[in-house]
């Protein structure tokens, strides 16, 4: 029998690989020029860089922040590890509250900034150490273990902190901000301010595990020894563990509070990102680095995407999620016919012309944006389904339809 994991992990098929690859830039893209216009929201950015309207470096970061460096991307980035190696991690949500309290109930009993930081990430990598654990070690399906430590968490913490939420003291985050504006008085930087201080801190550990990425890929093919997948499989949720602590401890900084877990799945953010920057798809060596690279941009898409491109917003279920999920689902279609077209035997110009279609088809969903009117934002999302519906669909017909392909093992 097949495991999950087994049948998740990506396979290292050259031409496959390279049409997946080909059609992750393409969706983002097509959707990055579908979705100009949410690139204007906050007060046409680019027009207030050019005429020198920010009083502080804070302000630049800020607006950069909202969507390249958001507290999502690196528990987005942690997620997309586990999925790498065909795991789903559920308790990105969970642990990034972990995060944020433990580094909040540091700084209230008087640790230094530093020591709550690290002891924030710390216990997020202690969960990922158990899922890991569970997972690689005795063979639990992830999405089993994980649920099961983010039951505990949601359970545990509220029984540890009373109330929903941490507040920090006033002042509690300025030993950090102090810092951070030493340095910016050396560089004749302007003020810094607790947003900027968060997207920068995200970014530094951002660039941190990039490098580590990086020389791990040096290191293999330098010693052209692979990492058995039980040990990879480990490491990636051990990572997506501090990463998503990691999450918390910007959430804390940039807001000065810390909310307390309460439910099992929040903002569909992290997996849609994960799928749109390719880290399910992508296959081959360097390709892991490659969907990193990718991951900031696939973020603001997805946050954009989910502000401004279905516009519902009267709960929980049928908002933001939804809008999200619709997202995730087109996507993860047209990677699917995407794989179905790759491995078309017969009329495979056909197919993979209906692979790419149905990713055009997410782009002119995206493209209602652009609509000034709720009719023409409606004539667009229905035109941009039926697009993708078919391209995606027609695929997997022809996919269907072709001859079984039998590979020596």
């Known amino acids: 029998m097949i495991s999950l ?4 992990r990506p396979h290292d098929e050259p031409p496959a690989s390279s049409l997946r690859d080909g059609l992750v830039w393409a969706t983002l893209g097509a959707m990055f020029v579908a979705m100009l216009p949410v690139w204007w929201i906050d007060g046409t ?26 507290y999502w991307l690196l528990p987005a980035m ?9 795991a789903i991690d559920l308790s990105v949500w969970t642990t990034l509250g972990l995060g944020g309290v433990v580094s909040a109930v540091a700084i209230k009993s008087g640790c230094g900034a530093v020591a709550a930081i690290a002891a924030g990430i710390g216990a997020g990598a202690a969960c990922g150490i158990i899922i890991g654990a569970l997972v690689a070690g005795l063979r639990v399906p992830c999405p089993i273990a994980s649920v099961l430590v983010a039951l505990g968490l949601i359970y545990g913490l509220p029984h540890a902190c009373s109330g929903g939420r941490i507040v ?34 995200t970014f530094f550990l951002y660039a941190a595990v990039m490098m580590t990425v990086l020389n791990a ?13 039980r040990w990879r499989l480990f490491w990636a949720l051990v990572a997506s563990g501090a990463l998503s602590a990691a999450g918390g401890v910007m959430w804390l900084i940039e807001y000065e509070s810390a909310p307390v877990p309460g439910r099992l799945f929040d903002d569909m953010v992290i ?4 799928l749109l920057a390719g880290g399910l798809y992508l296959a081959g060596p360097g390709r892991t680095l490659l969907a990193c690279v990718l991951l900031p941009g696939a973020l603001a898409i997805v946050i954009g995407w989910r502000q401004e491109v279905m516009m519902l917003r009267s709960d929980y279920l049928i908002g933001y999620t939804l809008q999200v999920g619709v997202l995730a689902v087109m996507i993860g279609c047209a990677r699917y016919a995407m794989t179905c077209a790759a491995a078309t035997d017969r009329r495979r110009g056909g197919a993979l012309a209906l692979a790419w279609l149905s990713s055009l088809g997410i782009a002119v969903f995206a493209a209602s944006v652009w609509g000034s009117e709720p009719h023409i934002r409606i004539a667009l999302h229905v035109a941009g389904a039926s697009i993708w519906l078919i391209g995606g669909l027609g695929a997997i017909a022809l996919k269907l339809a072709s001859p079984i392909r039998f590979h020596e093992a």
């Not at 942690?78 to 065909?86: H, Q, S």
């Not at 302007?190 to 968060?198: H, M, R």
Request: with cysteine; charged share 20%; proline share 2%.
């Open 78 to 86: 942690g997620f997309m590890f586990a999925l790498r190696c065909g």
């Open 5 to 8: 994991e087994e049948k998740l």
């Open 45 to 70: 950015l680019t027009a207030t860089l050019r005429a020198g309207h920010f009083t502080h470096f804070g302000d630049v970061i800020e607006h950069v922040s909202r969507r390249l460096l958001s």
């Open 271 to 274: 997996p849609a990102s994960a």
């Open 217 to 229: 890929e040096i290191v293999q093919r330098h010693r052209q020894r692979v990492m058995s997948h």
């Open 168 to 201: 920090l003291n006033e002042g509690a985050m300025g030993g950090l901000l102090g810092g951070f504006q030493a340095v910016a008085d050396w560089l004749g930087l302007p003020e810094v301010t607790l947003q900027s201080a968060a997207g920068l801190l």
